[in-house]
């Protein structure tokens, strides 16, 4: 092992540097991932659709979107939902 001395400059150049690719890439990662849940909550469901909670809610108990109880919570999974809004988009324009 050898021993490489750098200046205190050359130091905190390196640890910047590391540091901000570090968390650039935890955040391009997690941006994917939440961009393509396959399984979303009432909460992330509501924030994708731009509704309130409950209209979520509410569209469950009405059939419109199928969800899945675990336990004390409700999951959507993302499949569902686009075609729960495809038929949505169907029914608007027959009328």
């Given amino acids: ?3 490489v001395v750098i ?8 640890v ?3 540091v901000n690719k570090a968390v650039t ?5 997690k941006e994917a991932k939440e961009k393509f849940k396959e399984i979303m ?3 992330e469901t509501s924030k994708l659709l731009g509704v309130l909670e409950l209209t979520v809610r509410n569209h469950i108990i009405q059939g419109l ?6 336990g004390r919570r409700i999951y959507i999974r993302r ?6 809004m495809q038929e949505v988009k169907s029914l608007k324009y027959k009328r």
């Fill in 7 to 14: 200046s205190k400059e050359e130091l905190e150049d390196l």
């Fill in 79 to 84: 499949k569902n939902l686009d075609l729960a």
């Fill in 41 to 43: 909550s009432v909460k």
């Fill in 65 to 70: 979107y199928k969800a899945e109880r675990v």
């Fill in 25 to 29: 890439e935890y955040f391009e990662n």
């Fill in 1 to 3: 092992m050898d021993l």
């Fill in 16 to 18: 910047q540097t590391s």
